[in-house]
């Protein structure tokens, strides 16, 4: 197999009227990643090496789309929707140059498995000429059927062509194929287009391939891996299939998730052994956790590296770049952006720490913010080694605390701290005898004359 060359053929010209969306349906995401882009990404991972997608709708932003998750991959226009061998046509000049097996996919399916592919791929190298990847639904209404005789796939059926007896048959076409690309150009070739639609079907070139006396076979899949999205409602059940999946994959690796189904994976998250996932977090894209963390509840993660054994949340918010180095802790209602926070230092409840650097062994008291927006440009906050933020606290960036610097409870640091330096950045306090009583008499006697008037 390693010495096959492969192509995989994508179509994903199609409009998704269904989802009722300006975008592109293929283009909708699942765990954060395009659906087209889970398609690429189970290709290469069963061996094809390249990649050609036939876009239609939305072509320019298909275009720019795929730079970002197949950068080597070719785009070919369907210019017309003509069918599905006329799509898979659109792509003639990367078949027709000679590859061993050719996958024809389909952007909107987007959990199919690479070892589904792969065992197609096997029926190739076996002298199999087409192999039709087929599935059995929990109801064969609607679906295609797969003919079989001795063993061979003589024609895919559309249900209503099909016989009573043909109907009873739930072993349904799931659309993909493998193709013998010696074959292939030969066989799409001869499709037609006399049917009511006047289109060209891919389902044809089985019984044409049959007629040459070719090798037709089925293999099969799981209901979930032939599962299509046409709608908003489909698109979250394969959400919720995918995220079932990761979930189980995690913890089989040693994470432990105390309520498994209340947690969302992104399709990129790493996350290493013995940590503990609380209920209700979610992780976004761009997340990698060491091992031995700990996540508490309702979290929510994202363009985060965090290191082992750190401490997060509840109710923490980790936004791209926040960078935790090991045993740090990020506690209950703070938010970290752009922000390294080095080992053992604490941001324990109610902060902000944004564009800065907290120290080893720093501590950042409650309510403390890093005022690193003027309105028109980001400053950094540097805050040293085994520092000490009392709360409520203002830093305004640019500003630097140096080692070991202890800042006054409620602050507003507007000037560098010097090491071991103590400041104090507020008004001084003064208390006035009487004065609270006679405040409240003069406000008491105000309001009543509001309800009077």
């Known amino acids: 197999m390693s010495q096959r060359s492969c192509l995989s053929v994508i179509l994903a010209a199609g409009e998704g009227t269904r989802m009722k969306s300006a975008l592109p349906k293929v283009l909708h995401k699942i765990a954060g990643l395009p659906m087209v882009a889970h398609v690429v990404k189970a290709a290469e991972a069963a061996g094809a090496g390249d990649q050609a997608l036939v876009i239609g709708h939305g072509a320019e932003e298909m275009r720019k789309a795929a730079q970002k998750f197949a950068p080597k991959a070719e785009c070919f226009v369907q210019e017309k929707r003509l069918g599905t061998a006329h799509a898979v046509l659109a792509a003639r000049d990367a078949i027709s140059r000679g590859y061993d097996d050719i996958l024809v996919m389909f952007g909107d399916t987007p959990l199919i498995d690479p070892a589904v592919l792969i065992a197609a791929r096997l029926k190739l190298?076996?002298?199999?000429?087409?192999?039709?990847?087929?599935?059995?639904?929990?109801?064969?209404?609607?679906?295609?059927r797969l003919i079989e005789k001795a063993g061979k796939l003589m024609a895919i059926r559309e249900e209503k062509d099909c016989t009573d007896e043909e109907k009873k048959i739930t072993f349904c076409n799931a659309g993909m194929m493998a193709i013998a690309g010696k074959q292939a150009l030969k066989l799409l070739e001869a499709v037609g287009h006399h049917n009511?639609?006047?289109?060209?079907?891919?389902?044809?070139?089985?019984?044409?391939?049959?007629?040459?006396?070719?090798?037709?076979?089925?293999?099969?899949?799981?209901f979930e891996n032939a599962l299509g999205i046409n709608?908003?409602?489909?698109?979250?059940?394969?959400?919720?299939?995918w995220q079932t999946?990761?979930?189980?994959?995690?913890m089989l690796s040693g994470v432990t998730l105390i309520a498994p189904e209340t947690v969302f994976f992104s399709h990129d998250t790493e996350i290493g052994a013995d940590t503990v996932v609380e209920p209700n977090v979610w992780f976004g894209p761009g997340v990698t956790i060491a091992t031995g963390a700990k996540i508490h509840a309702f979290s929510h993660i994202e363009g985060a590296t965090i290191?082992?054994?750190?401490?997060?949340?509840?109710?923490?918010?980790?936004?791209?770049?926040?960078?935790?180095?090991?045993?740090?802790?990020?506690?209950?209602?703070?938010?970290v952006k752009q922000a390294v926070i080095e080992e053992g230092a604490k941001v324990n409840h109610l902060t902000y720490i944004g564009d800065a650097r907290i120290g080893a062994g720093a501590n950042i008291g409650a309510g403390t913010i890093t005022c690193n927006y003027d309105g028109y440009s980001k400053f950094f906050t540097d805050i040293g080694e085994g520092a000490f933020i009392g709360s409520n606290s203002s830093l305004v960036a640019p500003v630097t605390i140096g080692k070991g610097g202890y800042i006054a409870s409620g602050?507003?640091?507007?000037?560098?701290?010097?090491?071991?330096?103590?400041a104090f950045g507020r008004a001084r306090q003064r208390s006035?005898?009487?004065?609270?009583?006679?405040?409240?008499?003069?406000?008491?006697?105000?309001?009543?004359?509001r309800k009077k008037g």
């Open 125 to 144: 190298a076996k002298g199999a000429a087409v192999v039709v990847i087929g599935f059995r639904p929990p109801s064969p209404a609607g679906y295609g």
């Open 196 to 222: 009511a639609k006047g289109e060209y079907y891919l389902t044809d070139i089985v019984e044409i391939a049959a007629a040459q006396d070719l090798e037709v076979v089925a293999s099969q899949a799981s």
């Open 231 to 241: 709608n908003r409602a489909e698109l979250a059940q394969a959400e919720g299939i």
């Open 245 to 250: 999946r990761r979930r189980r994959e995690a």
């Open 307 to 335: 290191a082992s054994n750190c401490d997060v949340g509840p109710f923490a918010r980790l936004r791209p770049g926040a960078d935790l180095r090991q045993k740090a802790k990020v506690g209950n209602f703070c938010e």
């Open 411 to 422: 602050s507003v640091i507007t000037e560098d701290v010097a090491e071991d330096a103590l």
């Open 432 to 449: 006035l005898a009487g004065k609270g009583k006679e405040l409240r008499e003069r406000f008491a006697s105000a309001a009543a004359a």
